[in-house]
């Protein structure tokens, strides 16, 4: 089974983690730490309240701990120099990276009706799409 981390735990990226952790097998466990958090896993996702905030943890701590290979998702609404500027870190460290913002708000992600608008490299999305599906019905690229 796939590891993920699921970092921004907030109005939004509760009700998503909540929808992921009842469509899988094994439930999920608190950290402390993101370190802790991403020990391990093959994907992490954000969902981060700021432009400030998502480059902070990205640029700041997040892609010097994770795995190569690790499949990285941001879905926080943020400037689309953010994003940009992360995927090109994370490439350099041997990391996918999708931005993949939501159209559909809180009720939308509590119901796990979300659309996700992603931006990447088309075998990246393909490979975040069965997750995302838990979250929402539509993903685009």
Do not use: W
């Not at 689309?80 to 559909?104: C, H, T, Y």
């Not at 088309?122 to 069965?130: G, I, L, N, S, Y």
Request: proline share 5%.
């Amino acid at each position: 089974m796939t590891t993920i981390a699921f970092l921004g735990l907030g109005q939004m990226g509760g009700p998503m983690a909540l929808n992921l952790v009842k469509a899988r097998e094994g439930g999920c466990i608190a950290c402390a730490t993101v370190a802790e958090a991403v020990q391990g896993a093959q994907v992490v996702i954000t969902m981060l309240p700021t432009t400030a905030a998502m480059e902070a943890l990205y640029l700041g701590e997040l892609l010097a701990q994770v795995a190569p290979g690790t499949l990285l998702i941001d879905s926080s609404t943020v400037a689309p120099q953010a994003p940009r500027q992360v995927a090109q870190a994370a490439r350099a460290r041997g990391l996918a990276f999708i931005d993949a913002p939501v159209s559909g708000g809180v009720a939308g992600a509590a119901a796990g009706t979300l659309t996700f608008i992603c931006g990447g490299e088309a075998a990246d999305v393909e490979r975040a799409r069965p997750l995302l599906l838990h979250m929402g019905r539509n993903v685009f690229h």
